[in-house]
Antibody, heavy 116, light 113 residues
Framework: EVQLVESGGGLVQPGGSLRLSCAAS????????MSWVRQAPGKGLEWVAH????????YYVDSVEGRFTISRDNAKNSLYLQVNALRADDTAVYYC?????????WGQGTLVTVSS | DIVMTQSPDSLAVSLGERATINCKSS????????????LTWFQQKPGQPPKLLIS???TRESGVPDRFSGSGSGTDFTLTISSLQAEDVAVYYC?????????FGQGTKLEIK
């Protein structure tokens, strides 16, 4: 059974940082691209970033470029999102999703709240 | 960026009746080399992550009831629920995966009339 479990969210002040993690199981993690998608409270979905199966390519939405870094450790079956210089409009549930050019499995998400 | 626009924003349908949600992309999401539309539909219930319903505009995912169907090509797409069930109450999103950033529609909230 495919499972994706996010962690690392929390309350952080504007300008602060967090490292989000996603633990994957039930599939060969190293064979798949992986994505982060976020959803602000009561709002729609926004794709944030994705990373190639070997980490060799990474792409970001413009609004996070230079502030967020996606990475992975295939030996640990884990995906990460380093989020820096956080702003109030980064407040959202962050989901990781398996990315095979469509997002077929999602985790339950981790909430990041940016507030002073 | 490709802008995805759904209509309507909300929809109330009686149990057993048909529900239709439309999605329009600002540019074609049809890849000419393989004749595939890079368009998915998701269902999201409160407190849950999105669930993939339809890929390639019209391919139902495994386990998705056959009352759900997708159609359309190029820039205009439709999600149809042929006979609405109570468990179909949710927000529905279309998404293009033709080119980054992979954008979603704003969502359509489906309720029971």
């Amino acid at each position: 059974e495919v499972q994706l479990v996010e962690s690392g969210g929390g309350l952080v002040q504007p300008g602060g940082s967090l490292r989000l993690s996603c633990a994957a199981s039930g599939f060969t993690f190293s064979n798949y691209w992986m994505s982060w998608v976020r959803q602000a409270p009561g709002k729609g979905l926004e794709w944030v970033a994705h990373i190639r199966h070997d980490g060799g390519e990474r792409y970001y939405v413009d609004s996070v470029e230079g502030r967020f870094t996606i990475s992975r450790d295939n030996a640990k079956n884990s995906l990460y999102l380093q989020v820096n210089a956080l702003r109030a409009d980064d407040t959202a549930v962050y989901y990781c999703a398996r990315d095979r050019r469509l997002w077929d499995f999602w985790g339950q998400g981790t909430l990041v709240t940016v507030s002073s | 960026d490709i802008v995805m626009t759904q209509s309507p924003d909300s929809l109330a349908v009686s149990l057993g009746e048909r529900a239709t949600i439309n999605c329009k992309s600002s540019q074609s999401v049809l890849w000419s080399s393989n004749n595939k539309n890079y368009l998915t539909w998701f269902q999201q219930k409160p407190g849950q992550p999105p669930k993939l319903l339809i890929s390639w505009a019209s391919t139902r995912e495994s386990g998705v009831p056959d009352r759900f169907s997708g159609s359309g090509s190029g820039t205009d797409f439709t999600l149809t629920i042929s006979s609405l069930q109570a468990e179909d109450v949710a927000v529905y999103y279309c998404q293009q995966y033709y080119s980054a950033p992979y954008t979603f529609g704003q969502g359509t909230k489906l309720e029971i009339k």
